[in-house]
């Protein structure tokens, strides 16, 4: 895996940088739009995001249609997570890229159900890598984002109320559903929409 992430061309790394920033800002931005509505829609937060952003991996599949590319897209992910202290969220979406790729990248993309299950493994990996801290460090986590002062209190009290292993299963599930839904939708506006306007 690592080999053929390694042969990208510059071209295509710049490629997959592009599309990748581009899902990450229309990511962003749902999630700013999430955290201004209440209660518990901020639980399906991450759902909307793989929802929303699937077509932009969809359009970067046909310009870059090599096995290594979401190992390289997670990589672009952490980078940015990173930076804004998600460390735990980075870890996953490099995890999640190359199961991703070892899953839909080995046919290099092209059978729509292992795209669908690949996408759909990637998109729960950022997710889990977003939800794990409250299991794992729990009020230590809560404190911390507190501390940052860029969540609410009432934020903060829907996640520690629902995302118990059995609600977090279900979220998880669903961001797969979504994720999924949205793959299927972007290849139908892939053949009615981006071809015909000639951005494929």
Known sequence: ???R?????????????????LGLALGFAVLLAL???PGALVLVKEALVAF???PVMVLLRTKVPRSGLMTVSGMACAVVFCMFGFFT????SVLGGIAGDLIAGRNGYSRLWLNILGYGTFSVAKAFGTYIPFYVWGDGFVRELMARGNVSRDFIDVFVENLRPGPGIVILAVNFVMAGLEVL???RWLGKHF???GLV
């Open 1 to 3: 895996m690592l080999g």
């Open 5 to 21: 992430v390694i042969r990208f061309s510059v071209r295509d790394s710049v490629t997959v940088g592009i599309f990748t920033a």
């Open 35 to 37: 955290h201004l509505l």
């Open 52 to 54: 929303l952003t699937a």
């Open 89 to 92: 969220v980075a870890v996953f």
């Open 185 to 187: 939708a972007g290849e």
């Open 195 to 197: 071809r015909p306007a």
